[in-house]
Nanobody, 123 residues
């Protein structure tokens, strides 16, 4: 099983980025996908997740209305569209997968984690 996040970079405040998560070794029809982030010196925080069917999504309050999660099971890829970025969004972003037909959040860590991608938002 391998999850790889990519698409990070340096962007000015107010800008946008789209992160992608490529998943190998899992049948995504049975897995929820989520995004987490870890800022320097802080714990890893849950950001968003999406159910296997894409019918359910949830977001941390800090990103609600600015970020949008989506997925393409046929291409085994999930996405995180990040708009109106703020300096406090600067972090390493990780994608994760959990065997579930629902969504997940910070209460239960997912089974599979991917490598992270750095997002830096300059003021």
């Amino acid at each position: 099983v391998q999850l790889q996040a990519f698409g990070g970079g340096l962007v000015q405040a107010g800008g946008s980025l789209r992160l992608s998560c490529a998943v190998h070794g899992l049948d995504l029809d049975y897995y929820a996908i989520g995004w987490y982030r870890q800022a320097p010196g802080k714990e890893r925080d849950w950001v968003s997740s999406i159910s296997s069917s894409s019918r359910l999504t949830n977001y941390a309050d800090s990103v609600k209305g600015r970020f949008a999660i989506s997925r393409d099971n046929a291409n085994k890829t999930a996405y995180l569209q990040m708009n109106s970025l703020k300096p406090e969004d600067t972090a390493i972003y990780y994608c994760a997968a959990d065997p579930s037909f629902g969504v997940f959040d910070s209460r239960v860590p997912p089974n599979y984690w991917g490598q992270g991608t750095q997002v830096t938002v300059s003021s």
